[in-house]
């Protein structure tokens, strides 16, 4: 059965998983990294090759100060303490989003995280910070022109080859699989150029609860799917 190269999962409803037992949202958000750490384990014994896991958005920063400085303070943690493991395990982490803007402690330790993973090739692990698809796009039509602005880029060379060389994502096959936990149906902003022919799943299960069996459930729906990518 197909397996597919990309998962890419918008982990939504943390925040409902604290408050159904009358814990604080961090509480729901701790429980969220737990899940990212086995389902990033079970992605690899899968055989899928990039994971992508939309971490916090540009729009997350609208959430009150202390919830975005708790994220700011798990993710942090989370770099410290797992990245010896995913370094054993073969994973590679690669950031898409523009996380420079982040705490400079924390940008450093990322980049630390990058470097020392960077030899693997097991399982690529996208974390998607500070991301936001419509910002993406935007600077990629800066980019593209400024160039022709400059007398260095012709439009009617413009295609989709280049415009995807110019993505975040530039290195990285596109998801063949979108999964969104939680009962909402939405792309919040994320991947909208990349998901151009992503199978899309829409699970109930909020994002604390999603483990190893539920994405091995996915990876079996996303199996049982005709793709025909505009053909017949
Ligand atoms: C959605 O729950 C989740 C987020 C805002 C992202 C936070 C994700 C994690 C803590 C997992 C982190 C993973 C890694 C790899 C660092 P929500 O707060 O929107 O839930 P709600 O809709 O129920 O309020």
Redesign the pocket.
């Known amino acids: 059965m197909a397996v597919p190269r990309h998962v890419a999962i918008i ?7 604290a ?1 159904k037992r009358m814990l604080p ?1 961090i509480a ?3 429980k ?2 737990e ?2 750490r086995n389902v ?1 384990r079970a992605a690899g014994d899968l055989g899928i090759e990039v994971l992508t ?5 540009t729009e ?1 920063w609208r959430r009150p100060a202390e919830e975005v400085n708790d ?1 700011m303070g ?2 942090r943690h ?1 770099i410290q303490t797992d990245i010896e493991e995913l370094a054993q395990n073969g994973v590679r982490l690669r950031i898409i989003g523009n996380y420079k803007a982040l705490a400079p402690d924390l940008v450093a330790l990322i980049d630390g995280a990058i470097e020392r993973t960077a030899q693997n090739s097991r399982t690529t ?1 996208v ?1 998607a910070l500070n991301y936001g698809s419509q910002a993406e796009l935007v600077s990629v039509m800066r980019d593209v022109a400024q160039r022709a602005r400059d007398g260095n880029l012709d439009p009617a060379t413009i295609d989709e080859a280049m415009i995807d060389n110019l993505l975040d994502t530039h290195d990285l096959p596109p998801p063949d699989l979108l999964i969104r936990t ?1 009962g ?1 149906q939405r792309l919040s902003n994320f991947m909208l150029w990349q998901l151009a022919y992503a199978e899309l799943l829409f699970v109930d299960t ?2 604390p609860d999603f483990g190893v069996q539920s994405l091995a459930d996915a990876v079996a729906d996303y199996g049982a799917r005709e793709r025909r990518f505009g053909g017949l």
């Open positions: 982990m939504d409803g943390n925040g409902r998983w408050k949202r729901g958000h701790r969220g990294i899940a990212a990033t896991l939309y971490a916090f958005s997350n994220l798990l993710l989370f692990l974390i939680s909402e909020l994002w």
